[in-house]
Every structure is written in C-alpha cells, then in structure tokens.
Nanobody, 122 residues
Framework: VQLQASGGGLVQAGGSLRLSCAVSGRLFSRIAVGWFRQAPGKEREFVSA????????YYADSVKGRFTISRDNAKNTVFLQMNSLKPEDTAVYYCAADSVPYYSSSRRMDYWGKGTQVTVSS
C-alpha cells in the first residue's frame, strides 16, 4: 500500500482547502485511512479517520465541525475538506492507512505517505 497526499498550500484564516490522499493497492476498500498533522516543534497528532466503507468517521476535537473526511473507493482516494481554517491548523499533513477496516486510536497505522504542507496566515 502506498499513499500520496496532495492539495496543501497557503490560505488566509477563514479559508478552505481540500486535501487528497491517493492510495495504491487492492486493499483500499478494506482498510481505514486517516489524516495526521505535525506542526513545527510539536508532536504528530491525529486529525481525522474514516472506516473502509466510509460509514464511520472520527475527528479530533480541535477540527470537529470544520473538517470533513470522505472517501471514494472507486477512485482509491480519501479527501479532507478543511473549512474555517485557523493559523493553528498550520502543519504538514500526512495520510496513513491501517490494515483493518476500522480506525482505533490504540493501533498504529501501518502505512504512511509523504506529507503536504498547509499554511494558514492570520
């Protein structure tokens, strides 16, 4: 399984961005996928995740109501729609996949892609 994140950029506070995560491999429709981020000088943190079917979604409290995760299993792609962006959302965003259908915070993601930079100016 290989993952490639894209869609990052520079946006003003209050603006929107949509990140995409293209996932290779036949397992895509059977695995959970998540987004994580790492800001300078900080540890990587969970942002959002989605189950293999898309029926279950998970969000960090800091992004609830502003970010929406979705997936298109026909296109092997997961999206993260980010609205009402804040300067504190500035980070490198990574997509990652587990080898099971549902996300669990107690499990480590098995596959990671390279990140995409998101910068929110005030």
């Amino acid at each position: 399984v290989q993952l490639q994140a894209s869609g990052g950029g520079l946006v003003q506070a209050g603006g929107s961005l949509r990140l995409s995560c293209a996932v290779s491999g036949r397992l895509f429709s059977r695995i959970a996928v998540g987004w994580f981020r790492q800001a300078p000088g900080k540890e990587r943190e969970f942002v959002s995740a989605i189950s293999s079917s898309g029926s279950s979604t998970y969000y960090a409290d800091s992004v609830k109501g502003r970010f929406t995760i979705s997936r298109d299993n026909a296109k092997n792609t997961v999206f993260l729609q980010m609205n009402s962006l804040k300067p504190e959302d500035t980070a490198v965003y990574y997509c990652a996949a587990d080898s099971v259908p549902y996300y669990s915070s107690s499990r480590r993601m098995d596959y990671w892609g390279k990140g995409t930079q998101v910068t929110v100016s005030s």
